[in-house]
């Protein structure tokens, strides 16, 4: 059985940092690749970073470019989520998707991890 498992959430004020971690297990996890998207309240899901095989290829969106960072240890089947720098419209739920890269479609989704961000 596939499952994704997130964790790391919580509130902080801006300019705090938080690191997102996404358990992975039931797949091969080094030959995905694999995405954080997340969903504000009232609003649709927005792809926020993608990260390949391999610590190599990595994508972000515009509006955390410079302040995220993706990255995964396949030797532990995990996916992070460095965010630095946090302002207020980065609150939402955060998800780990398997899925293609800079996209909100997937396969399969964890449930998610909470982020707050307000002063």
């Known amino acids: 059985e596939v499952q994704l498992v997130e964790s790391g959430g919580g509130s902080v004020q801006p300019g705090g940092s938080l690191r997102l971690s996404c358990a992975a297990s039931?797949?091969?996890?080094?030959?995905?690749?694999m995405n954080w998207v997340r969903q504000a309240p009232g609003k649709g899901l927005e792809w926020v970073s993608s990260?390949?095989?391999?610590?190599?290829?990595?994508y972000y969106a515009s509006s955390v470019k410079g302040r995220f960072t993706i990255s995964r240890d396949n030797a532990k089947n995990t996916l992070y989520l460095q965010m630095n720098d946090l302002k207020s419209e980065d609150t939402a739920v955060y998800y780990c998707?398997?899925?293609?890269?800079?996209?909100?479609?997937?396969?399969?989704r964890g449930q998610g991890t909470q982020v707050t961000v307000s002063s």
């Open positions: 990260i390949g095989r391999y610590n190599i290829m990595t």
């Open positions: 039931g797949f091969t996890f080094d030959i995905y690749y």
């Open positions: 998707t398997r899925g293609p890269p800079r996209s909100t479609t997937y396969d399969y």
